[in-house]
């Protein structure tokens, strides 16, 4: 299962995290989110096993000084952390296997 980020936690479990993170930017309003959600858990599902893998939400209402230090402007947008820095960012619904290889290569 994806795990929860927000405004508290997001230096430790994403900025200082020794490896590649995707946050997941996101509101329960959102039609696009909603529809990007099972893709999410299906990536939490597929790494869970790598420990230089972290699949993380942010509930963008909830948490809106973390979106806005990341000018999130869109939703859904994800970003992908590599060592705590941004290394990609996309906007809109995002696919399975995209995701999936943009990991990859930023693990490698």
Known sequence: MAQEVNDQNFQQEI??????ALVDFWAPW?????MQGPI???LAESFKDEAK??????????NQA???AFA?????????FK???VVEEMI???GSDDLSNKIKQHLA
């Open 92 to 94: 809109g619904l995002q």
């Open 30 to 34: 959102c039609g696009p989110c909603q």
């Open 83 to 85: 060592d705590g820095n």
């Open 72 to 80: 999130v402007m869109s939703i859904p947008t994800l970003k992908i």
């Open 40 to 42: 999410i858990e299906e």
């Open 66 to 68: 973390t979106a806005q």
């Open 15 to 20: 900025k200082d995290f020794k490896g590649v």
């Open 53 to 62: 893998v972290k699949i993380t939400k942010l509930n963008v209402d909830e």
